[in-house]
């Protein structure tokens, strides 16, 4: 094994203390698009640089997450090390942390680091976790912001592992938050297909054979990655009259390191269910685009309660949705034919069982005092008058509705019980009518 002291690759950074290739919100910045593998030697304004051994603050060098290494750079003597590293957020030197990197203190007084796609993998998935944590990250919007750019980060990191092959080559591996497959094809290859790529919770059918024959150098690679908690980044838009759950973990498919990336055959995606499918719903295969889900260019091929079948015509970021409509609200009904239909709904009859069931100690509904009683019969009420009755007619039709029903039930009454339902049905009336005005 070549020694890194002599074989790495030169990271410079001309200005500000820090290897940055993208901004982020117009100012700060980012290393998501270096592509990460190997050994690197760090270089600022032409002196050898190494990554800081005390915590830095927030925002320092230009970005947003400084990264540092508790334990200290190794000696010559010591040979390659493995050092965890931490990043400043949040006003917690490791709020981003811990991540092992290899590291090697070399003749020269310089320090070379192994920064390794897995590594730098965990770094990314294991942010999207603490974004998840943030109060800071609830809005929509930010979240599939921060959702779009581990996608892009992850997608890049992925395409370094693809290797050139003369017959086929598989790579695979498990993060806590992501699974990856990659499969490549060369020009000599013997497989009439390639195996379908498989996750926990999802799997992946494709002509990757017939994609690298359309391909010049006959080659083609495919990735497949599964997402664990990207669903809660990438959230769909959800109305009062529709309800949009997702079924399924956010998976994605690119062809990475291939000219011609025109799909041969539709591509079958099998997806585990995650949540209790709801009959009443319906399923639906969904790619995200930029800042939503949609439908376009994918279709249910089958499903049962367990797991739902899916054919696209195009590679992109996918999930299984389910679509359904809120319970109907009985209380609206009732608005939307209130004139008609008030009496009816409200019967004087209705109110007055009511206020039986719950003042009358004859039933063993024991609440307390009589003042107990009168209270919750008015809140009652007033949970069952909407917002939008609020008028004085109507709190006034509904008080003549609730004395005539007071006048047919005092004739099974004692005078007591008569004078008390007299004082429920004044606090009840004095408090519509409050509230009526307060309208």
């Known amino acids: 094994m070549s020694d890194p002291c002599y074989n790495y690759t030169e990271l410079v950074n001309h200005g500000e203390p820090s290897i940055n290739t993208h901004y982020i919100h117009e100012y700060h910045k980012c290393d998501t698009n270096v592509t990460w593998s190997g050994w690197y030697r760090l270089f600022i304004n032409g002196l050898n640089a190494h990554i800081s051994e005390k915590c830095i603050t927030t925002y320092g060098c ?20 493995t050092r965890d ?32 796609v897995k590594n730098i993998l965990t770094m990314v998935v294991n942010t ?13 919007n930010e979240l599939a912001y921060y959702g779009n750019r581990v996608l892009k980060a992850n997608e890049k990191l992925i395409s370094t592992l693809v290797k050139s092959t003369d017959t086929s080559d598989r ?23 390639i195996p379908r790529l498989n996750t926990t919770n999802s799997s992946m059918d494709i002509d990757l054979i017939g994609i690298a024959k359309n391909n010049d150098e006959r080659s083609a690679a495919v990735a497949f990655m599964s997402y664990n908690t990207m669903e809660n980044l ?26 011609n990336t025109k799909l041969t055959k539709p591509v079958i995606f099998t997806f585990r269910h995650i949540r209790e499918f709801d009959p009443s719903g319906s399923l639906s295969c969904v790619y995200w685009n ?11 091929l089958e499903t049962n309660s367990s797991y739902t079948v899916c054919s696209c015509v195009h590679l ?85 509705s609730l004395e005539a029903g007071r006048r047919r039930a005092m004739s099974e009454q004692t005078v007591q019980e008569a004078m008390a339902e007299q004082i429920v049905q004044e606090a009840m009336a004095e408090q519509i009518v409050q509230e009526a005005m307060a309208d």
């Open 62 to 81: 230009g970005t947003h997450v400084t990264l540092w290494i508790p334990d200290g750079h190794p000696k010559v003597e010591d040979g390659v090390v």
């Open 85 to 116: 590293v931490c990043g400043h957020w949040n006003n917690y030197c490791c709020y981003h942390g811990s991540y092992p990197i290899k590291v090697k203190a070399c003749p020269g007084n310089y320090d070379v680091y192994e920064l390794t």
């Open 128 to 140: 999207l976790e603490r974004i998840l944590e943030s109060s800071s990250a609830a809005n929509p």
């Open 171 to 193: 790579v695979s591996f498990t993060l806590a938050a992501v699974e990856v497959e990659i499969f490549m094809v060369g020009p000599l290859v013997t497989l009439e297909k």
């Open 234 to 259: 990438l959230k769909p838009d959800t109305s009062e009259d529709i309800v949009k759950t997702m079924m399924s973990t956010v998976i994605s498919a690119t062809l990475p390191k291939t000219t």
């Open 290 to 300: 930029i800042s939503e889900w949609i439908v376009d260019g994918c279709s249910v």
């Open 316 to 400: 992109s970021t996918f999930a299984l949705m389910q679509v359904s409509s809120h319970p109907p609200k009985v209380i609206t009904e009732a608005q939307d034919r209130f004139d008609t239909m008030f009496s009816d709904i409200f019967s004087s009859e209705l109110l007055t069982s009511v206020d039986f069931c719950v003042c009358d100690r004859g039933t063993g509904v024991q609440f307390g005092p009589v003042d107990h009683c009168h209270l919750l019969s008015s809140e009652l009420l007033s949970a069952l008058v909407p917002e939008s009755y609020g008028s004085k007619q109507a709190a006034l039709s509904l008080t003549h």
